[in-house]
């Protein structure tokens, strides 16, 4: 990796003016700590991210850690498994430094996976288990892990699009298979095998053909001698995790997050909720993919933290969660706002009862209020949001778990962050209280660059450890700060990032069309629809399934336009630009032109309705997580 602070210098004021902001700030800050019961900072971390695992182990040996459909695994246990899976992964040459790529679910395997490799020192690579070939391909170029782990159903998917591993990226590497049915309950195990057609859609759901040539992990791990237990640790600031993100122009950057990094954040989390949570007592819900850094920090390490019991499920759907809920009430729950709307919608249907629920953080996007409301009346708890993204592994700012929140804001720096509102065409210049700016923030979260990519690690870390978010934010007189508008055109669906290049390159690439522009518009709980604007060419036309069938050779289907819109002229700056707000602005005109009439509208925009692949209580088939990790300007990671 290569990572230098480098760049612009750090910004500076006249240092009155900024002395007497900065004193008045850390007031109404540390008012806000002191009602909510949060310390300022956080001790520095002296640990590497398995010891969390130890400690929990030590503390609470017969605490159920993970609960996965209903089949249980304690700490103790757990333990094991993670040292049996450290010594299979050092017998497969793994050792310090070196990277292991997970295509994985939520599942018991991805928890065993990650503490392992981090016990000896090894770094893993998180990828999209419904990520597309070319997607993983280009991935696995990036980070060179030398043993690739993953679900069946990844790899069948991935020989059925290109024809082979090694079309896929995977040729001459280390490729094992994952079989999620292996920690079921011996009962659904048995279940599984009946000729009925509910067994048949299961074993779908959760198997798929391993292609020749690949060795079961699962077989490899359970036969594996435990890892000697005076096996030496790896210091803090090792790497630990490479998580993927486009960045500003949808090209792949590996943000490369050391043991100091997430373990900083998640310390600051639980601080965050040390008032309402209890070590040994909870139950959290991962239903955030793990492959993010929202479900990461929060369910992966802040639940191992509290020695939690962690019900992990594949996918989110409405109706798999109640039924989980039920056996085993959450206490916290992460989410995004559609999870949180839909979980609300479907219990008042059917009954279900939410009360046991003290605290949700809400993530990836704003919670609109009504449906902050409606989970608060239906709980009796708190939800919260917050702001991050995957280079703060991620979370920066947080409205506190208190009377003192504030729905609808950023919140406030969390334990031990520091932030700075800038002029964004000048960061040298701080911006003027109540003014907007352009967020900067520093912290032992912070990552330190993208995997050997020390270009684009200039361009967002300054000197002195700043970030750059690239949001525009202002703060308000009582210390909160509140978004302005995203300086990034970033595109939230989901809970995902999707960046408006990428969905562009894979549309302009049709016989069909001239010229595209990709936007996102306003739909359902905070989320955004994703509509492709297209020029065709002259004499083509161009429908909506054309263009899903053609992108998704490209792009994961939580990409794919939603919506189009037919134009005979693109808007373009003088220099050629296709300016991408203008046809938002339009296209939100023509929708609201439009409103009340059926057939009236000012463009033809095409509704995409829930098909192959998708449900309407918001998961997704092959075990899909539409619904992370991600992220949003206004919550907890992008």
């Known amino acids: 990796m290569s990572a ?12 009155a003016s900024a002395a007497g902001s900065h004193a008045s700030r850390d ?4 008012a806000v700590y002191r009602q909510a019961g949060v310390p300022s900072t956080i001790p520095t971390v002296s640990e590497p991210l398995s010891c969390m695992l130890r400690d929990a182990a030590r503390d609470h040996p017969e605490r159920v850690a993970l609960d996965f459909l209903g089949a249980t695994t304690t700490y103790s246990q757990l333990e094991t498994q993670v040292a049996r899976a450290a010594e299979a992964l050092r017998g497969l040459g793994v050792g310090r430094g070196d990277v292991v790529g997970l295509i994985l679910p939520n599942c018991p395997q991805h928890v065993v996976l990650a503490y392992a490799a981090w016990r000896i020192g090894a770094i893993i690579a998180e990828h999209n288990p419904l990520a597309p070939a070319a997607q993983l391909r280009e991935q696995f170029h990036i980070h060179r892990g030398r043993v690739i782990i993953a679900w069946e159903k990844t790899l069948e998917r991935l020989v059925a699009a290109v024809g082979s591993l090694e079309a896929a990226g995977l040729g001459g590497l280390g490729v094992y298979s994952v079989d999620l049915s292996r920690h079921l309950p011996l009962r659904s195990r048995l279940a599984l095998r009946l000729p009925v057609a509910a067994a048949r859609t299961q074993r779908h759901e959760l198997r798929g053909k391993v292609p020749a040539g690949v060795r079961s992990w699962d077989d490899l791990a359970a036969s594996a001698t435990p890892l000697a237990t005076g096996f030496p640790l790896p210091g803090v600031s090792e790497a630990a995790a490479l998580l993927y993100t486009g960045g500003t122009t949808g090209t792949p950057k590996a943000v490369c997050l050391s043991h100091e990094n997430l373990r900083s954040n998640a310390e600051m989390s639980l601080a965050w909720a040390s008032r309402t949570t209890s070590v040994g007592k909870e139950t959290f819900y991962a239903v955030l993919p793990f492959f993010h850094a929202f479900g990461m920090s929060l369910s992966l390490l802040c639940a191992v933290g509290l020695a939690a019991t962690q019900v992990v499920l594949p996918k989110f759907g409405a109706d798999l969660v ?41 993530g990836a996007a704003p919670n609109p209020l009504a449906v902050a409301r409606a989970w608060e009346e239906a709980t009796g708890g708190t939800i919260i949001e917050g702001y991050g993204m995957t280079e703060s592994s991620p979370i920066i700012l947080g409205n506190p778990i208190s009377p003192a929140r504030r729905p609808g804001t950023l919140g406030v720096p969390y334990p031990s962050t520091q932030v700075r509102l800038v002029d964004p065409e000048d960061v040298e210049r701080e911006v003027a209280p109540g003014e907007v700016g352009e967020l900067l923030a520093r912290g032992p979260q912070v990552f330190s660059g993208y995997w050997d990519n020390p270009e684009e690690s200039a361009e967002v870390l300054l000197d002195g450890g700043w970030l750059r978010t690239g949001d525009l934010v202002r703060q308000e007189a009582d210390g909160f700060y509140v978004i302005a508008d995203r300086r990034k055109e970033l595109i939230i669906s989901g809970g995902f990032n999707i960046y408006p290049t990428e969905v562009e390159a894979a549309v302009r690439s049709m ?39 053609w ?75 539409d619904g992370k990790t991600g992220p949003h300007d206004s919550a907890t990671s992008r």
């Open 4 to 15: 230098p602070r480098t760049s612009a210098p750090a910004p500076t004021r006249d240092a």
């Open 27 to 30: 007031e109404a800050f540390d």
């Open 322 to 362: 109640l039924a989980a809920w039920k056996r085993r009430p959450a206490t916290f729950f992460p989410g995004v706002p559609v999870m949180f709307d839909r979980l609300v919608t479907r219990a008042r249907a059917t009954g279900a009862d939410l009360s046991s629920c003290k605290i949700a953080v809400c």
């Open 511 to 549: 016989p069909q069309v001239e010229e595209v522009a990709v936007v996102g518009l306003p739909a359902e709980a905070g989320n955004e629809s994703v509509v492709a604007a297209i020029l065709p060419k002259e004499g083509q036309t161009v429908t909506l399934e054309q263009v899903r069938e």
């Open 551 to 625: 992108a998704a050779k490209n792009l994961s289907n939580y990409a794919l336009p939603r919506q189009i819109a037919i134009l005979t002229e693109m808007p373009r700056s003088q220099i050629g630009k296709v300016l991408r707000r203008v046809v938002r602005d339009e296209l939100l005109a023509a929708r609201e032109a439009a409103s009340g009439a059926a057939t009236a509208a000012a463009v033809s925009i095409v509704e995409h309705f829930p098909g192959r692949g998708e449900r309407r209580d918001g998961g997704q088939q092959e075990g899909g997580q």
